[in-house]
């Protein structure tokens, strides 16, 4: 018998897993699939405190339906007939006001901050070889226009403790060789850093193994049955009996949470937001540090092991077809903006599903009115980013101890 059972073994759940085992719990993982398969997989492994604004801003609706007759678009809703969408996007609409989307930042500033501050330490205490790099991130502008509407961001961002610097054109061309002449200005994020995600993933599953927990992988979870005070985990044939579960599935936890626990919370307050990456063998001229091309919401990061290019937020539910037109739109930024847009060799195309929530903070907490069951999910674009602050704070909700930040934001009851 397991102190906890974990479901998912994306970063999130896996992250959760260590720091139970380092306070002293026996944990396992169960994983549908292998480890790290998910959105953990694809993404550009920047660590960005930078990203506290959430995507339910205002104007972001209004823009969404612009953009649905423009497949390629940054934010691209498929249009269909799909009442679960349509639900999730009118309280998504609730909260793109300005009262919201500051508190929104508030809550993910804190969990983003956090984690960005404790990373280094965990990167140090496990040795997590995962070409972890405390470079910062630059946002780079090619129209006066998107520079002076991004002051707002910059101004909550600073009120937030997040500070930038901003540099002209010229001067961002001297100190970066990998973008094309055009740039207006750019702004730069020194507290960010990046990682690769997929090494990290990998080695927090070594780190989760060596300190003593389980991973079983390839095992869906069939149910959840409580018996004696005991949760049972089922998994076909096998029963993993534990005194805790959390559900870590990202964008799967809707349907678990719903078929496992008969909770359909979940459902109606969180949507999967399919995203796009390109990863290459890198070229011969390759960015100082992770870069977003702004006007096209297009994120490049160079790793000593490869290119990636990535990003994109297409809502077309669980569809499992890799879209070649939102590849190619990742190119065609590229190439409006960097002097060797990809590199000489594709090694991987991917997309994967964002769990995202109708306000952009994710859930983090216990599962209503269900004792030693929590909720570890809809982290959106910023798994990576929020995983070692995330893990904490299940630690401290399981162990019982007072956790390091205010765990309020993040429960799920702030939308009852």
Known sequence: MEDVVIVGGGVIGLACGLALQRAGRQVRVVEQGRVGCGSSHG????????????????????????????????????????????????????????????????AKAAILQASRHGLADWIARHGLACEFVESGTDHVFRTAAALAAFEPDLRALADLGIPSVRIDGPEFLRQEPAVRTGVV???????????????????LARAFRAAGGRVTEKSPVEGITTEGGIEHVHCGGTIHRARDVVIAAGAWSPRISARLLGSSVLHRLMQPGKGYSITYEGPAVMPLRPLVLHER????????????????MEFSGYDDTLNRRRLDALERAAREYLVEPVGPSVTEEWFGWRPMTVDDVPIIGPVPGQPNRWLATGHGMLGVSMSVATAELIAAFVTGRQPDIDPEPYRVERFS
Request: glycine share 8%.
């Open 185 to 203: 200005g750019a702004v730069r994020f020194p507290g960010d850093a990046s990682l690769r995600p997929d090494r990290f993933v990998a080695e």
């Open 297 to 312: 919401s297009v994120c490049v990061t160079a790793w000593p092991s490869g290119f990636r290019l990535g990003s994109t």
């Open 43 to 106: 993404n550009c492994g920047t660590i960005t405190p930078s990203h506290a604004m959430p995507l339910a801003a205002p104007g972001t609706i209004r823009r969404a339906l612009r953009w649905m007759a423009t497949p390629d678009a940054p934010l691209y809703i498929k249009p269909r007939f799909d009442p679960t969408l349509l639900a999730w996007l009118l309280q998504f609409g609730a909260h793109c006001n300005r009262r919201d989307w500051l508190q929104a930042a508030a």
